[in-house]
């Protein structure tokens, strides 16, 4: 998946004239949409780019998607409140070892 971003973001450099570092969630929705002089969609030429670059391999990215699909469900506020909770037996077990 790094690698396919990587290849995403060259060709929003390429297409765009510019030396961007990142590029919006928005702009992956564009890929379709956006078409060359030959008709071609961003997309179709980010499969072929990539399938020369890196075979099947760089294409089996979608293996990677069910991580980024079960982090989507996560509530940043029950992350937050797990790492506090962890914070604080972390110092209890840190004062139970230094009375030891």
């Given at each position: ?26 702009s ?6 956006t ?7 961003v ?11 890196g ?10 998607l ?5 982090a ?7 992350i ?19 009375g030891?």
């Amino acid at each position: 998946l790094q690698h396919v971003f990587k290849l995403i973001l060259s060709i929003g450099n390429f297409i765009n004239g510019a030396e961007s570092e990142a590029f919006s969630l928005d702009s992956l929705l564009k890929l379709r949409e956006t078409r060359g002089s030959n008709a071609t969609s961003v997309i179709d030429y980010l499969c072929k780019v990539a399938y020369r670059k890196g075979g099947d391999e760089l294409l089996s990215f979608g293996e990677d998607l069910g991580e980024v699909e079960a982090a989507s469900r996560l509530v940043p506020s029950d992350i937050s409140r797990e790492i506090k909770q962890t914070e604080v037996r972390l110092e209890a077990l840190q004062r139970l070892l230094a009375g030891a």
